[in-house]
């Protein structure tokens, strides 16, 4: 799988860098950046127990939405895949893409 993240970051060169992130589930989260200008980088995914996980459907939607919040406000790619994931993890646990009432996650 780490050698597909590089070739699609590498594929068909634009003008800027690109980068790529590939989830796995509870696999870890691989990221690469184009031409290997940065280390590839894999960030392990915390781990949930079976009875918690209610409904998967909108877990990709979330992790991109904690993503991105956090890629625009400048944070650092570790903290920008953690936000990602509790987003998604959290809306795993509920039936349908929403979030708990109470969220305990500092937003940025």
């Given at each position: 799988m780490k050698i597909i993240a590089q070739k699609l970051a590498d594929w068909q060169p634009c003008h800027r860098p690109r980068t790529v992130i590939i989830t796995q589930?509870?696999?870890p989260i691989i990221v690469a950046y184009t031409n290997e200008r940065l280390p590839m980088e894999?960030?392990?995914v915390p781990v949930l127990n079976d009875d918690e996980?209610?409904?998967?459907?909108?877990?990709?939607?979330?992790?991109v939405g904690g993503f991105i919040?956090?890629?625009l406000a400048c944070k650092p790619m570790a903290e920008c895949i953690k936000a990602a994931t509790f987003?998604?993890?959290?809306?795993?646990?509920?039936?349908?893409?929403?979030?708990?009432?109470e969220n305990p996650m500092k937003l940025v």
């Open positions: 589930g509870k696999n894999t960030y392990t996980i209610v409904d998967t459907n909108g877990a990709g939607d979330a992790f919040a956090y890629r987003a998604a993890q959290e809306v795993i646990k509920q039936s349908g893409c929403v979030f708990p009432k």
